[in-house]
């Protein structure tokens, strides 16, 4: 129980009808989720105003409401707070709520539109190894030290974070990394949290359906930036046009890296297999179990942050050399007969065109590659085609199939990428609905040596259609082809 008027301290702007000093044992934002004594935060979000459920919010036991439209009748007995923005202060109260935990470890957020879930996984695997307790919210899941839990955002909602940080402190982590998603930033999910790092790894077009154009996707990454403290530092990818951009209003400090120019911390590939690279890391080499040169980029963020949090780079490097992939993420199958599947998130005409670069630089003339792909309903409609276009222009064979077609028909979202294939390549696809049926078809066309790229899931153990998560995980459904295969 914490009084209502601890819970409003620091936050400018407001303006209070009622007593401060009220007791409050809870926060909500869903009026279902209040009981006795909480502060309801009436928030807009994308579908619904959270105004017109205050009446239900005080019927549940409300005690305070924190609101930027107050109602024409208002209860006396509770407590009316007048924001200008709601969203913002949800995350702020609830820091105050649960005793500022952000400020109790190190935070270090990860941004960008490729490879923020493997740049902060490694982060909290090495170091963890380095012998740190630490926290972790990503798109695969969440850690609490060696505990873990799903993930159902790639950033959860403001109380949430502040809970399971209140969480992670209590639990001796000094160390938290996190995704940090477009979205949250325009929402405010990270409103309270103080940072003290942020990383950009590149910009490319996603989620236009939610943010329109691609000015407003990297103005909301910018934004994040913009409110870095000045003793934080930023690590931007020096070879990304947009890596300036996102530090350009920036108080921290500064700090960049490259595979291509100069730059503070210098990657550079000396030899590439699927089984590793090994990389010159500001003049030190190193082997890895990583693929790729999207790969190098995500270790040499991953090096220079660990760098600029104080631990030492040689340490740094050993442990790195002992780093394995993060689930979904390039993840290798070799088949009984000896070709190979590989599953990925990739699910950016980018990153597809990275994870398919990587497997073209590395495979032999003779061995053939088929890629699986599909497109996400409900969601950026721009990309379709050009997925569909990156895969049959790096492909032998592409089918084309089902993804997490959500409320709309996979076929039509099959169709939309289709119309990305050129005409003289209309040969070299397929197109499959059932996903599972499309993957089963490019193990029986490929032969020894051939690579099966399966992309667009990685690490996802659902297919979501019309509103329902049926099981379904990519890498279930390799194993149970491989296995079949040695039984015949």
Known sequence: ???????????????????????????????????????????????????????LAIENGAVAVLCSILPVKRDSSI?????????????????????????????????????????????????????HACGLFSTVCNYIGDKKSAATHTTPDALQIQSVMADMAEAGCTYCFMEISSHAIDQQRIAGISFDGGIFSNLTHDHLDYHKTFIEYR???KRFFDQLPAGAFSLTNADDKN???????????????????????????????????????????????FAGNFNAYNLVAVYGAAVLLGADSDEVLRVMSLLKPVDG??????????????????????????VLSTINETRTTDQKVYCVVGAGGDRDKTKRPEMAAEAVQASDRVILTSD????????????????????????????????????????????????????????????????????????EIVREIFNASTLN
């Open 79 to 131: 407590t009316w707070i007048l924001s200008p923005d709601t969203l913002a202060d949800l995350g702020k109260v609830a820091a105050n709520f649960y005793g500022h935990p952000s400020l109790k470890m190190k935070v270090i957020g990860v941004t960008g539109t490729n490879g923020k879930t493997t740049t902060a996984t490694l982060l909290y695997r090495l170091f963890t190894e380095m012998g």
């Open 219 to 221: 103005n909301a990454k």
């Open 404 to 475: 997490n077609p959500r409320s709309e028909e996979p076929e039509q979202i099959i169709a939309d990428m289709m119309a990305g294939v050129p005409a003289g390549m209309l040969s070299r696809v397929l197109a499959i609905t059932n996903r599972k049926e499309a993957i089963r078809t490019a193990c029986m066309m490929a032969h020894e040596g051939d690579i099966i790229l399966i992309a667009g899931k990685g690490h996802e153990d659902y297919q979501e259609i019309k509103g329902v998560k049926h099981h379904f995980d990519d890498r």
């Open 243 to 289: 890596g300036a951009v996102m530090v350009q209003n920036c108080k921290s400090r500064k700090y960049t890296y490259s595979a291509r120019t100069m730059a503070d911390f210098k990657v550079k590939v000396i030899e590439s297999h699927f089984d590793g690279m090994l990389l010159n890391v500001n003049g030190k080499e190193f082997w890895n179990h």
């Open 329 to 354: 993420r390039f993840e290798i199958f070799r088949s009984p007969v000896g070709y190979f599947a590989v599953v990925d998130y990739a699910h950016t005409p980018d990153a597809l065109r990275n």
């Open 1 to 55: 129980m914490r009084k209502l008027v601890d819970l409003l301290s620091g936050i400018a702007g407001l303006e209070v009808s009622g007593n401060l000093e009220t007791g409050i044992s809870g926060i909500a934002f869903d009026s279902r989720k209040v009981q006795k004594g909480t502060l309801f935060v009436a928030t807009a979000g994308t579908h619904t105003d959270g105004h017109q459920y205050i009446p």
